[in-house]
Structure formats: structure tokens, C-alpha cells
């Protein structure tokens, strides 16, 4: 009896990463809104920063991100519109108090310091994110649409991380 309860436990510690992975697959629309989330809000930041900020470094990233995240979204309304999916059209309400409210009050180098930061940490989930669906996507346009969007987000993640370092 000891001998069967142990190989179920070992079945069942065996099998939950498997479980794990596959409960936290993305699908391609839970994608499509999280890669235009993530646009809207790089453009929107962008676009307060490049008045915002006080470092002009930070104002020149900040205007690089405003061009390829709005000439981003345009392409991923398109590949959207192939694979019979839905782009938002809006920042949505969690987004808007997680990620823009936050930056209303700020001034200068402070703001400086946190639009870098997290800079940071979104282009690094993003490359997670986009990483795993150029990978896994259902959709072979999605799936190029991702692997071709890699290396801009890797080129803002480093962009972000030498502001944080002349600092």
C-alpha cells in the first residue's frame, strides 16, 4: 500500500510542471492584447516623457519608444486583422492606473528615474512574453510577427538599462 501511495505522489510530482506550462500558455488573442496594452502604453509614457522628463537622454529614448511602439501596433493591427483577431483600440482601466497614473505626479529626475525603471521591467517581461509566443504561437503569422518584433524590444530593454547606468 506504502509502495502504490508513493508512486501516485511521485505521478503526481512528476506531471505539475507540465500542468504549470501549459496553464500559463498564452493564447494568441491573450497575446494580441498584451502586445497592444503594451504599444499604447510605451507610446502613451513615451509621449509624457519626452515633456516630462528633465534629462534629454531620457527624452530622446522616450521619443524612440513613441515611434516604434506606434509603427509596432500598426503592425500588429494588421497581422491581427489576418489571423482573425482583435487588437484593442484603448488602454484599458488596469493598465491606465498601473502604469500611467503613477507617472501624472511626477517631475523631473524623479520621473526620470522611474520611467527608466520601469522601462526595465516591462521590456523584460515583454522579451519573455514575445519570446514564448514567437515560439508557441497557433498563428504563423503571429508567431513572425513576434521573432521579428524581438530585437526592437531588446534594443529599448539595453537603451534603458545604459540610461540607468550614465546615471
Known amino acids: 500500500m506504502k509502495c502504490i501511495l ?13 500542468l504549470a506550462q501549459k496553464k500559463a500558455a498564452m493564447t494568441d488573442q491573450q497575446f494580441v492584447d498584451f502586445a497592444g496594452q503594451t504599444d499604447m502604453v510605451e507610446a502613451n509614457l513615451g509621449q509624457l516623457a519626452a515633456t516630462t522628463a528633465s534629462s534629454q537622454p531620457v527624452k530622446d529614448y522616450a521619443q524612440m519608444l513613441v515611434t ?15 489571423a482573425s483577431l482583435t487588437a484593442p483600440t484603448a488602454i484599458d482601466a488596469a493598465h491606465n492606473k498601473m502604469m500611467i497614473d503613477p507617472f501624472q505626479k511626477l517631475k523631473g529626475a524623479a520621473f526620470d528615474h522611474k520611467y527608466v525603471q520601469e522601462m526595465i521591467a516591462g521590456h523584460t517581461k515583454a522579451i519573455a512574453v514575445y519570446k514564448k509566443e514567437a515560439d508557441d504561437a497557433q498563428n504563423p503569422a503571429l508567431k513572425s510577427y513576434a521573432q ?11 537603451g534603458a538599462k545604459a540610461l540607468l547606468k550614465a546615471k
Request: net charge negative; charged share 10%; with cysteine.
Open 68 to 82: 516604434d511602439h506606434t509603427s509596432d501596433f500598426s503592425q500588429l493591427n494588421s497581422v491581427a486583422q489576418q
Open 6 to 18: 508513493a508512486a501516485i505522489c511521485c505521478v503526481a510530482m512528476c506531471s505539475m510542471p507540465a
Open 148 to 158: 521579428q518584433t524581438l530585437p526592437t524590444l531588446q534594443k529599448h530593454l539595453d
